[in-house]
């Protein structure tokens, strides 16, 4: 196999020579379990981890790599290596971390193209999709929809949900398929690149891992029954890994999501919600919240029957959540200013005494 295979680019390999990466083997990390990291280079598979250089001037979780990016690696024997530097990601796919807020969660990063899976039979949620395509449109990756296991639902019922997502997502394709019977499978396949890398996004039990195994030729992912007490998908893929295709393209499966907290995705929210950002430009106020405002051309058209009801909805808890991300982000960047402040003239005290 060689590194184009893996997805390396002239960038990269212009990066590796300004950077004076020469002297080092350069690879993908495919996997990761807890801070070691499996890293694929053009001839052999090393479980690498960091350096304590790279470990100590890291400023946050995202400084670490992540499935997806190409590190510089040194081996020490056929099996083990070490990091020693994180080349720049061309793509992050991220999400607010959870339970930790103010802080953001790699999902995979140097991705073209992203799979947002859903089950026709179960947790289907047309604002789920709409939340993948935020993250995924602020991390400047292409979306793509596919709706699993439809050999479980009625031909009609099928054909309702797809018309339910094209009333308020007209311009992201959509693929409906089943991982038993595979039907649509070959439309997938068709459309996977050689040397792209793509990514899968749902919530756990939707398929993800069974699409996974079927474009990989192998059976790479574990897969399990959905629980019949919760109707839930079990966490069985419970990290992230790398897989290179039957076709040459490049796949990351990731564990099952059930939140996916936004971020400081502002570009993602526009792009996800052009009609009602459209509409906006139309208010009266500069500042509308398109809430209660006389002169709101957001809430005419929602009164009027133009726009979506629970795409409205939608956008507003989105919109939420992304404005008490960043509030949290600037408190949390003034805290630590004021702690910088208060360490120097500590320092500059010590000294007077010294």
């Not at 690879?27 to 960091?50: C, N």
């Not at 050999?151 to 038993?180: C, G, H, M, W, Y």
């Amino acid at each position: 196999m060689t590194l184009e295979e893996l997805g390396y680019t002239e960038s990269l390999a212009t990066y590796q020579k300004e950077h004076h990466l020469d002297s080092f083997l350069v690879g993908r990390v495919i996997s990761e379990h807890k801070e070691r990291y499996l890293v694929r280079t053009a001839d052999s598979e090393y479980d690498s981890e960091i350096i304590g250089n790279l470990r100590f001037t890291a400023n946050s979780r995202a400084d670490f790599p992540a499935v997806g990016d190409w590190v510089a690696i040194s081996p020490f024997n056929e099996k083990d290596a070490l990091i020693h530097a994180v080349f720049p990601r061309k793509t992050i796919i991220e999400r607010q971390a959870v339970g930790k807020h103010g802080e953001k969660q790699i999902i995979a990063t140097n991705i073209d193209y992203a799979f947002i899976v859903l089950a026709v039979d179960r947790d289907f949620s047309i604002n789920r999709i709409e939340r993948y395509l935020s993250i995924c449109y602020a991390a400047k990756v292409i979306p793509m929809i596919i709706l699993t296991k439809i050999d479980l639902i009625e031909d009609s019922e099928l054909q309702s949900l797809v018309a339910k997502v094209r009333n308020r997502i007209t311009d992201v394709p959509l693929f409906t398929i089943s991982n038993e019977s595979f039907i649509g499978i070959e439309e997938i396949k068709k459309i996977i690149q050689k040397g792209k890398s793509y990514c899968l996004l749902g919530s756990s039990g939707v398929g993800k891992s069974s699409l996974s195994n079927i474009l990989s030729g192998k059976q790479s992912m574990k897969t399990d029954a959905i629980s019949t007490s919760t109707n839930r998908g079990k966490h069985v893929t419970s990290h992230r890994e790398l897989l290179i295709l039957e076709n040459g393209g490049i796949l990351i499966d990731n564990p099952g999501m059930r939140e996916v907290g936004m971020t400081d995705t502002s570009e993602g929210l526009d792009q996800t919600f052009e009609q009602i950002i459209a509409l906006a430009k139309e208010c009266k106020f500069k500042d509308c919240t398109h809430t209660s405002e006389l002169g709101c051309s957001v809430l005419n058209a929602l009164e009027k029957g133009e726009l979506d009801q629970s795409s409205y909805e939608n956008y507003l808890k989105m919109e939420r959540e992304k404005a008490h991300f960043e509030s949290t982000i600037a408190e949390k960047r003034k805290r630590d200013k004021h702690f910088g402040k208060m360490m120097k003239n500590f320092k500059k005290d010590q000294n007077k005494f010294k």
